[in-house]
């Protein structure tokens, strides 16, 4: 097996999620949490990194900075999914693909509702450059190794996913968001766990 680098993919929502997750942003419903509102108002105006200058799983400083880590981490998941579906013969692949695109969709409205909550205006998910890259070598591999070309992305990518989200579930400013992230944490690491069976 071939070490494979990070790809980056679109911020898939549930059928059309990848733009949603900006436009729900932009609608304001009232703010949950102590200072939500006013706080991620300000990230939102005020933050000068764009999201693709970002490192995919690096610790956010800040609310935009998580919803475009994690935008382009559900991104990476739906559409490397996608690709390995069009490929694959393992029907154990096969399965955890499409449950992939399922759970990422499912993440990706959970962030949307708490983007929505905190009035968080941000910037359109932008897929990571070692994401698109790992998409990339998917995309070129063979019938016959890119199950292995996925799975090993899928354990980068992962636990990139992991951390980035356990981070902002710990010390997260936005509460709506922290609250998203507590909840999108043990399913990631479930994922985690599913992939270290699924290489065996």
Known sequence: MRREKMSATKFLTLGTMPALLLSACNEKPNATGSGASAAANAVASNSTMAPETLVS?????????????????????????????????NSKVRAFAQMMIKAHQESTAKLINAAGQA???????????????????INAASADSVDAVY????KT??????????????????????????????????H????GKLAK
Do not use: C, W
């Not at 610790?59 to 069009?86: I, M, N, R, T």
């Not at 799975?151 to 899928?154: H, P, R």
């Not at 985690?192 to 992939?195: D, N, Q, S, Y």
């Open 157 to 190: 990518a992962h636990q990139a996913a992991l951390s980035l989200h356990q981070a902002y579930a710990a010390n997260g400013g936005v509460a709506p968001l922290k609250h998203a992230a507590g909840e999108i944490t043990p399913v990631v690491r479930g």
């Open 57 to 89: 799983g690096v610790a956010p400083q800040s609310p935009a900075d998580y919803l475009a880590q994690a935008g382009a981490s559900d991104l990476f998941e739906v559409e490397s999914s996608k690709a390995v579906l069009a490929k694959t013969q």
């Open 119 to 137: 009035t968080l205006t941000v910037r359109p998910p932008v897929l990571m450059p070692d994401q698109q890259s790992m998409l990339d070598d």
């Open 151 to 154: 799975i090993a992305n899928q």
């Open 192 to 195: 985690v766990e599913m992939l």
